[in-house]
């Protein structure tokens, strides 16, 4: 992001830093998913919207990402993307994304 935008990594927001880590994903995701949900969407409604709408805007930065054919659950798409984006580093473990999910909504109060 640094290159694209010609800044300097230490001279970079944190909110820009962040936006390229596993856990920046994350949580937009699921902050994503319990907007959706708010507003009376299914769990397997938000998550296929999601799934599309990520697919879209990834498509535009020259970056893909499958849709999703089958019904998914929230912890299912975040292993579906996150292992589409961030596959190439280090391993998330099923474990993280299920405390994470966990973590969001309880900050959240769900």
């Known amino acids: 992001m640094a290159q694209i935008t010609g800044v300097v990594p230490s001279e970079m ?4 830093l962040m936006q390229g880590a596993p856990e920046a994903t994350v ?3 699921v ?21 599309q709408m990520h697919a879209a805007a990834l ?24 292992d589409a984006i961030h596959g190439h580093g280090g391993e998330i473990s099923d474990e ?5 999910i966990q ?3 309880s900050f ?3």
Request: net charge positive.
């Open 59 to 82: 498509s535009m930065a020259g970056e893909v990402l499958s849709r999703m054919g089958r019904a998914a659950s929230l912890f299912q798409y975040l292993r579906h993307i996150v």
């Open 31 to 51: 902050e994503q998913f319990l907007i959706m949900k708010d507003q009376g969407a299914t769990d397997e409604f938000a998550v296929k919207t999601l799934n």
């Open 13 to 16: 927001p944190a909110e820009m």
């Open 27 to 29: 949580l937009r995701v």
């Open 108 to 110: 959240y109060k769900r």
């Open 96 to 100: 993280f994304l299920i405390d994470a």
């Open 103 to 105: 973590e969001i909504k």
